[in-house]
């Protein structure tokens, strides 16, 4: 789903004319191309000679001759991958989410002198990953496709009912252990079943991106660390676990606590989702002029602000931001109030109108460079 993420804005760029390939590379391209068509084992088999002759060619360097390649047809071959691989996620499919691995068995064969060719392969779905259906989410087309694929998700053996969150993956027992690792722990615990955090963050992370503001907030309180029950989590809740045991874990006493200290994954994603909630995707851009401009679209539940309407956060580290919405409604959604007007206040004291929601030239240069101390926002 990466790679399909990739070629959408690869195929998206019209400012590129030609592109210079090593001589190598635009043959495995060609013949990739060539064979798309095909149906599935023979897509497989050739696509597979292919990479394995590519490899070989290039196991001791490339030749150094490079071809150009007009961006057209670049584009045009790209175009067939992508149509490939998305006909291969929509068979992923199933009740509305995505299998993300498969176990594929050869069920006919022939002997060819000391090898074995396949002829026929029996695919066999593994249980439900969560990150299967995080790279799925980011790939939705609008709000009614994300949510569509939330409902499935929380329908699915990933959402732990007594918790209330999402766990890593769906039930492994009846898989054999040749599916890796997360297959030998003990259901509910580590990467088996559990509430891996850094997972669960990624997948709270990809609803809010999708415009699933409802349902995230939804979320927030079951799944957030600082919302959890101490006597429950185990440990500060100020602090982030690398997994949560789930309701799968034989010892009902510990579900719900928090184990190994962590401060990456999780706490990565969630910075991403602070800056989400609090600024928006894309706070500062150019505008038609080039001029760098500075536009606050927060994100936030009424309930997050305090009792007389206010919500402060910083902004680059030491830019004190406070959103003034005197009714606490949230700032998404049809009822939603949006930034209407802002005051400025430079390191002298000096207070700046501005009677638009958007920061322009010269003043969002000067709050990038910190030289604004304070910002007040007032929705409506």
Request: proline letters at 3%; a positive charge; aromatic letters at 12%.
């Amino acid at each position: 789903m990466r790679m399909v993420v990739f070629l959408q804005e690869v195929l998206g760029k019209t400012e590129v004319k030609q592109v210079n390939l090593s001589e190598e590379v635009t043959e495995f391209l060609s013949g990739l191309a060539a064979i798309i068509g095909e149906n599935e084992f023979c897509y497989w088999d050739k696509s597979a000679a292919l990479k394995e002759a590519y490899r070989e060619k290039v196991k001791f360097g490339f030749s150094g001759i490079e071809l150009a390649l007009n961006a057209e047809e670049l584009k045009r071959i790209l175009a067939s991958a992508l149509l490939k691989l998305n006909a291969g996620i929509n068979k992923a499919k199933s009740n509305g989410s995505y299998h993300t691995y498969f176990i594929n068995e050869v069920s006919e064969y022939q002997t060819v002198g000391k090898s074995i060719k396949p002829l026929k392969f029996v695919q066999k779905p593994l249980p439900l990953f969560l990150e299967g259906q995080v790279h799925a989410l980011r790939l939705t087309k609008n709000t009614s496709e994300a949510r569509a694929l939330y409902g499935a998700v929380k329908r699915s053996e990933l959402f732990d009912k007594k918790l209330k969150m999402y766990k890593v993956t769906a039930l492994l027992s009846k898989m054999p252990e040749e599916i890796g690792r997360c297959r030998v722990f003990t259901p509910g615990w580590l990467e088996n079943e559990s509430i891996w955090l850094h997972m669960e963050y990624k997948y709270l992370l990809e609803l809010l991106r999708s415009g699933l503001h409802e349902e995230f907030y939804a979320e927030f309180k079951n799944t957030l660390i600082p919302f959890q029950k101490p006597e429950r989590y185990g440990r500060s809740i100020l602090e982030n676990s690398s997994f949560i045991v789930s309701s799968a874990y034989p010892n009902k006493k510990l579900h719900g606590n928090g184990y190994v200290a962590r401060l990456s994954g999780s706490t990565a994603e969630f910075l991403q989702i602070w800056v989400l909630m609090n600024a928006g995707v894309k706070p500062f851009y150019l505008d038609k002029e080039s001029k760098l401009v500075l536009e606050f679209v927060p994100k936030l539940a009424g309930w997050l602000f305090d009792r007389k309407g206010n919500y402060s956060f910083n902004f680059l580290s030491s830019v004190l931001v406070t959103y003034h919405n005197l009714k606490r409604k949230d700032t998404f959604g049809k009822n939603g109030v949006k930034p209407l007007r802002s005051t400025l206040q430079g390191k002298e004291g000096k207070a700046i109108e501005l009677s638009s929601s958007i920061i322009p030239s010269p003043y969002a240069e000067q709050v990038r460079l910190r030289q604004i101390k304070k910002i007040d926002i007032y929705l409506s």
